[in-house]
């Protein structure tokens, strides 16, 4: 009976330990991708596929970049990885969140909270502060900016090198500080992925070198999970995983 009982308990501990160590290990999955299709009208109506099954896992603190030729899709891919466009098939899951079953409302507070975006351009608003641009995303529920957000917003921008420019507006900074102020705003809420859209591609040189330093100081210190697509191999080359994307899929 003893040893029953003991076998019994012993069982249920197994269980336990597979059940945390499952949710564990999905936790560990930011991001899903699984046959993602998109197709385009022509001119002449005709289908135009760009992405012809595209699958990708992209677990936490990963750095990855997506290369390829102009027009391969890949601005494309990256639009539907952070559900600014959807697929005409395939699924996508964020944090084991189905993107499709979700509503436009949904989708924005995803977008807000989970997701952090970095443009070529850095569309910083011209009237406000430096500071305050670094706010924005975290004014959507509220209106207004809690302590904790402009704590964390001085700190991210003293590690940026910025700390001097807090009450600059975007006209009296130079590029590649404006480049280095849209980075933080994308790191205020404490994004699962951030998606960077050639980062560097509007820089020169000496300050491409400096944003590329940026991401990949971010992503090992902040565990930040980081996709880039990007032409400049540079910048890839300082990332973990390059995926080339051509003629609507990963190639080798």
């Not at 992503?219 to 697509?229: C, F, G, K, P, S």
Request: glycine content about 6%; hydrophobic content about 40%.
């Amino acid at each position: 009976m003893v040893f029953l009982l003991l076998e019994v308990f012993l069982f249920s501990q197994l269980a336990q330990y597979r059940s945390v160590w499952r949710m564990a290990t999905n936790k560990d999955v930011v991001l899903k991708l699984e046959e993602i299709h998109k197709q385009y009208e022509s001119a002449d109506r005709s289908p135009v596929e760009v992405l012809k099954g595209v699958s990708l896992t992209v677990k936490r603190g990963d750095s990855i970049a997506i290369v390829g030729p102009s027009g391969c899709g890949k601005s494309t891919l990256l639009n539907i990885l952070g559900s600014l466009d959807s697929p005409t098939s395939g699924n996508i899951q964020l944090d084991g969140q189905e993107l499709a079953n979700l509503s436009e409302q949904e989708l924005a507070a995803v977008r807000n909270k989970k997701i952090g975006f970095i443009f070529q351009s850095h569309h910083l608003l011209p009237q406000c502060s430096i500071l305050e641009n670094v706010l924005i995303p975290t004014l959507a529920e509220k209106g207004k900016a809690s302590l904790d957000a402009v704590k964390r917003a001085k700190q991210l921008l003293e590690s940026s090198g910025l700390e001097h420019r807090l009450t600059h507006r975007p006209f009296q900074l130079s590029g590649g500080e404006c480049q280095r102020v849209a980075v933080v705003r994308a790191l205020i809420n404490q994004p699962s992925l951030i998606l960077a859209d050639e980062p560097t591609g509007a820089l020169d040189h000496s300050n491409a070198e400096t944003m590329t330093e940026l991401l990949v100081k971010l992503n090992r210190e902040d565990q930040a999970t980081l996709i880039v697509v990007t032409h400049s191999m540079e910048l890839a080359a300082k990332m973990e995983t390059t995926y080339k994307l051509q003629n609507g899929i990963f190639s080798s």
